[in-house]
């Protein structure tokens, strides 16, 4: 099991997503305001359907970080 994080900061590139990412990866600062728990999963997808349920406004454009879940990744 990991524990995911969501940054509901838009990126300003690579596809201005917002990103889901796994707690330890480098581009996750879960104590930042702006990365939001999502609670810990077995599988990425879970954790991405996790996400665009909660924040169904931005579901179109929430992806996964290409650093810690490939799995997910689109852009
Ligand atoms: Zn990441």
Do not use: W
Not at 21 to 45: A, D, T
Not at 51 to 56: D, V
């Amino acid at each position: 099991m990991n524990t995911y994080y969501l940054n509901i900061n838009q990126q300003d590139n690579s596809g201005y997503n917002y990103e889901v990412h796994k707690e330890l990866c480098r581009y996750c600062f879960p104590y930042r305001s702006n990365f939001i728990k999502l609670g810990s999963f077995v599988y990425e997808s879970n954790a991405i359907l996790k996400a665009k349920n909660s924040f169904p406004y931005m579901a179109s454009k929430i992806d996964g970080c290409k650093h810690c879940c490939h799995s997910i990744n689109n852009d």
